[in-house]
Each structure stands twice: as C-alpha cells, then as structure tokens.
C-alpha cells in the first residue's frame, strides 16, 4: 500500500472542499481499502466521512422514506419499514456479500464499489478502467463474470452490486449534494455511465459531489417482490446473473412489471420496452419467454459469457412466475408482497 494522506470530515462542507484531485471518499471501506492494498486504487488522500450524522439514519419523508448514505447494509436490510414497504430491497441485500461485511458496508458506498472484473483487479494486465488507454485484456481473455449489455471495445466489465439491482426495480433516486451546498437527484439507474471510450468514468458525479442518501418512493401497494441471484456459490459469490422485479397485478392482468437485472452490465440494467410488454399480459409461460426473448435478444457476448442469455432467460421467467403467483411460491421462494 502507498502512502496517503488522511482527513476526517466534520461536515458535509469540509468533506466536500478536502475532495481535490487524487482523493477519495472512506467511510466502511470494504472495497476501497481491498483495492489500496493491491494498488489497483492509490488515492493520494483519503476523506473519512463516517463520523457525519447527518448522513445516518432512515426517516420518513413524505410516503416514502429517507436512507442516508452511512447507513449500514445490515441496518438497511433488517428495517421493519423496509422489510414490510420494500421487501425486494432487503432481499437483495441478504442475498450479497458477508454477515461481517454488511455490519460495515454503507448505503453509498455499495452503490459506488467497484467492478469484480479479473482484468481490472490484476495491474500485470491491461485495464481501460484501470488505467485508460491501456486497452482491455479481457477482450480476448476468460470472462465468465463479464456484462453482456452496455459493453464497449474498451470494457467488458460488470457492476457488482445487488442493492443497486433492487433500487433500480423499485425507482429509487439518489441524493448528490455539491461542494457547493447545491442538492440535486437522479434515478438509481442515471447516477451510472456505460463505458464508452472512457470506462474509468464509471458515473455522472462531479468533483466535489457526495452521496447522501437514497430516497425510496411510496410502496407499491399489493405488489409482489422477487429478487433470483444465480451465483457460483450458495453464498458470499456475485452474481452471475440476478433478477428484481416488483409485479402488480390488476385482476387476471399484469398491471406494471419494475424490473432490473444485474451481473450483467456496467449498472443495473434495465429495459423499459420489455417491461412495457409485460403490461396488460396474462401470466403464463408464453408470456413470459415472448419477454425473455426480447431482452436477451439485445445481448452482445464474449464467447466466455454465452451461457449468460439462457441463464438469465429462465431466471427472469422463474422470477415472473414467482412474483405473479403463477409458480407454487411455498418451498423456498424470493417473493414478499408489499401490503395494501
């Protein structure tokens, strides 16, 4: 690990106005610091933020609620608020990471960790979001845990968060407030650049920004939440793919389908025509695999990450069997309905 420098913020304003070239935000540090150790990350400064109170705890805020951005996944995950309005969120996070990691893990941190990708981890192979110009090593090498959307020549990477999947289904938004003093918000889904040509600009903040919380809107009454993860592992594994989808139902019709789906694009992904088809249809089957078919259809694959378009086809049609009652949901199902 290099050298750096340290600073604890006692404000916001203070965080902000430390942020300079060659600085980082800390606060759990479950991924920065993991990066510093193998000089993949090597801020020349590091902001503690984790002593700010005004970036701690969940309050109500109109019908939705208010998660600041220091607080923890497992506070998050075990809120009754959360587990009750919006159970999809709360699942997702269980389903990721540790027990350990998550009592440290902070709400914005988990929206900005950064991709698993092998290439990018190992600085003996060239990296563009490592270091830009440089090229992309996985273009031609083995890539199992690759995105098939969103991709570009110069990066094939992932984003790794299942959090970020979930609040993307229910149409969460992020709060950034600027060095100045200045509050805007934006959808989960915009806070996050595709790569392009410059993959090492992985989202829209600018110098000086910090998250500060995320904002969930109202619960959708008497919607059923599934969140599927298919991973190596039984536990503590990313996903290969993952599916969250929030489904109301209106009589014998689909009334709205939220969905997003992760492990396979630089962001949570997500796919307004595919939901737009789900309106109005009759669960069933046919249904079900007509919407795969389209999603996947838009895929493009490495040849390591092939087997991703099957996986993730009948994963969206279990999670949409699941999420409007067609599936018998008895025996270890992902699904929790949201209360009228």
Not at 75 to 81: F, N, Q, V
Not at 275 to 296: N, Q, R, T
Request: hydrophobic residues 40%; negative net charge.
């Amino acid at each position: 690990m290099r050298d750096f420098e340290y600073s604890r913020a006692e404000t916001l304003e203070g965080a902000a106005g430390a942020l300079g070239e060659g600085a980082s935000v800390i606060a759990g540090g479950t991924n920065l610091l993991d990066l510093m150790k193998i000089q993949v990350m090597t801020p020349a400064r590091l902001v503690d933020i984790s002593r700010l109170g005004e970036l701690q705890g969940i309050s109500e805020e109109g019908d939705g609620l208010r998660v600041g951005a220091l607080v923890t996944n497992s506070e998050l995950a075990a809120d009754e608020r959360i587990r009750s309005g919006w159970p999809l969120l709360s699942r997702a996070i269980l389903a990721g990471a540790s027990g350990q990691i998550r009592n440290k893990a902070t709400t914005g941190g988990n929206l900005l960790q950064r991709t698993r990708c092998p290439y990018f981890y190992d600085t003996a192979m060239a990296c563009n979001k490592r270091s830009p110009g440089e090229g992309c090593a996985a273009q031609e090498g083995v890539g199992r845990m690759l995105a098939i959307f969103g991709t570009s020549e110069h990066c094939l990477a992932a984003h790794p968060s299942d959090m970020a999947v979930a609040l993307a289904a229910l149409r969460a938004e992020v709060e950034i407030r600027s060095k100045e003093g200045e509050t805007r918000h934006l959808a989960v889904s915009e806070l996050y650049r595709l790569p392009g040509d410059r993959p090492d600009v992985e989202t829209v903040l600018e110098a000086g920004e910090i998250i500060t919380a995320v904002r969930l809107p109202a619960p959708m009454a008497e919607t059923r939440q599934v969140y599927k993860k298919v991973r190596d592992r039984a536990s503590y594994a990313f996903a290969l793919v993952s599916v969250a989808a929030a489904v109301q139902m209106d009589g014998e019709h689909i009334g709205s389908a939220k969905l997003a789906f992760g492990g396979v694009a630089p962001r949570p992904w997500t796919d307004p025509e595919v939901e737009a088809a789900l309106e109005g249809a009759v669960p069933s089957d046919e249904a079900f695999g007509k919407a795969a078919d389209a999603l996947i259809a838009k895929a493009s694959c490495h040849p390591d990450t092939e087997f991703k378009k099957p996986l993730l086809r009948r994963t969206l049609i279990a999670a949409l069997r699941e999420a409007t009652g067609l599936a018998d949901t008895a025996t270890g199902a992902s699904t929790a309905r949201t209360p009228a």
